[in-house]
């Protein structure tokens, strides 16, 4: 279900990296990875809580108990100011301290900790195997490390075919019988093959999860999906460790994409809330208690001034005798009128009625000023008057 979920995991902004590792396993022990130094206890860092022209920007959609980031990433902020980091260099979130932003620079830096016998440690049972499968490979431990690294990379992803919908063995080994009879599987069997493989030639190689950075918003930023998980490696060739991603890229999920215009709405709603969100948490309470007296000030001012403008306009409709008369005239003229009868019933009956063509637009465009004046404020009350005045007794002396 996990590559079929749509659920965002992280939104990144900036110079995105295309691999966002999260965690680390460097123990196999023939059916499953796991990660040797779980216990071990973890750095804490503090970190700044503001961050000016940093190169990627993570907004986590939800409170993970880690985060992910790139290898290498650093001169971290989060808006906790505190992070915890683990014997791996990956990234944790120290408890009571999430931070739904976290800001980094790209870089080369070494994680703490440098390769042990674990990251070159390969069942006994499986080392024929895999030695006979380098032998035919023509990788030599004799050639310089990343040369064998590549020869490994480079026959997993010419000879063997991605796929989630595969057969395994239940009799073998998986990475065995992923080599040697069945050549498809999915990231974690790549990752996994070319880990152990790379361990027999005398790599130090580790096994790392996390997720692709491929979707991009047309609102400038990237979205990661849970159904973008992946995994992949990571290699020592010295100095540092280095990813290398033997899985194929022809046969994966695409190398970008474009969110489609709707979901990309419905992201865009939902990153300005958590930015409004993150600007509300940034207030005291004194600004908040403040924000709330001028937004009360504003309502009350409102209120008086539309009250003021609509006495205004009450005293004013008392004050135009004009209408009365008119009303009487059009009753003059078969016009009847009844209690209840609005402005718009009287055109109406004035389309109807012995009333010429002019007197009738005539009418019609008075009646319209009045409930604009009376109704809205607009227009003047004694130029309203006098064309009350002017049609009554154009009216009265065509009667």
């Known amino acids: 279900?996990?590559?079929?979920?749509?659920?965002?995991?992280?939104?990144?902004?900036?110079?995105?990296?295309?691999?966002?590792?999260?965690?680390?396993?460097?123990?196999?022990?023939?059916?499953?990875?796991?990660?040797?130094?779980?216990?071990?206890?973890?750095?804490?860092?503090?970190?700044?809580?503001?961050?000016?022209?940093?190169?990627?920007?993570?907004?986590?959609?939800?409170?993970?108990?880690?985060?992910?980031?790139?290898?290498?990433?650093?001169?971290?902020?989060?808006?906790?100011?505190?992070?915890?980091?683990?014997?791996?260099?990956?990234?944790?979130?120290?408890?009571?301290?999430?931070?739904?932003?976290?800001?980094?620079?790209?870089?080369?830096?070494?994680?703490?900790?440098?390769?042990?016998?674990v990251d070159l440690s390969v069942p006994n049972y499986l080392q024929p195997t895999l030695d006979s499968v380098l032998r035919s490979w023509g990788v030599s431990r004799s050639d310089p490390p990343n040369t064998r690294a590549e020869k490994i990379k480079s026959r997993l992803l010419s000879d063997y075919v991605y796929s989630t919908n595969f057969e395994r063995n239940e009799n073998r080994e998986p990475i065995i019988d992923f080599l040697l009879r069945n050549k498809e599987g999915h990231c974690e069997y790549f990752a996994s093959a070319f880990t152990?493989?790379?361990?027999?030639?005398e790599v130090p190689a580790r096994l790392v999860g996390g997720y692709r950075v491929v979707e991009q918003s047309p609102f400038g930023y990237a979205i990661v999906r849970e159904r973008h998980a992946h995994a992949w490696s990571e290699i020592w060739l010295g100095e540092q460790w280095e990813t290398m991603d033997p899985t194929p890229v022809d046969s994966q999920v695409q190398l970008t994409e474009q969110t489609g215009w709707f979901p990309a709405l419905l992201d865009g709603v939902r990153t300005t809330w958590e930015i409004a969100d993150d600007w509300l948490a940034k207030r005291t309470g004194f600004e908040m208690a403040m924000a709330l007296v001028v937004l009360g000030f504003g309502w009350l001012l409102l209120r008086l001034v539309r009250g003021r403008k609509k006495r205004s306009v009450l005293s004013e409709d008392k004050a135009m005798p004009e209408l009365a008369m008119l009303l009487k005239e059009l009753g003059n003229h078969g016009i009847t009128l009844g209690v209840g009868d609005t402005f718009a019933t009287i055109r109406a009956k004035a389309d109807k009625s012995k009333l010429t063509e002019q007197q009738t637009g005539s009418l019609k465009s008075v009646l319209n000023e009045y409930e604009g004046f009376t109704y809205g404020g607009l227009g003047d009350a004694s130029s309203i008057r006098a064309r009350l005045s002017s049609l009554g007794s154009q009216l009265r002396e065509s009667r």
């Open 1 to 117: 279900g996990l590559e079929e979920s749509e659920r965002a995991v992280v939104r990144v902004r900036g110079n995105a990296p295309s691999l966002i590792p999260g965690m680390t396993w460097d123990s196999y022990n023939g059916r499953r990875w796991e990660a040797e130094a779980t216990n071990e206890p973890r750095e804490i860092v503090e970190t700044p809580v503001t961050k000016l022209n940093a190169e990627v920007e993570l907004e986590f959609a939800s409170p993970p108990d880690r985060y992910f980031a790139p290898l290498g990433a650093n001169d971290i902020t989060t808006t906790t100011g505190v992070v915890e980091r683990d014997v791996y260099g990956n990234l944790r979130v120290s408890p009571g301290f999430f931070s739904k932003r976290l800001w980094f620079d790209n870089g080369n830096v070494a994680p703490p900790r440098a390769p042990s016998a």
């Open 196 to 201: 152990l493989l790379a361990r027999r030639a």
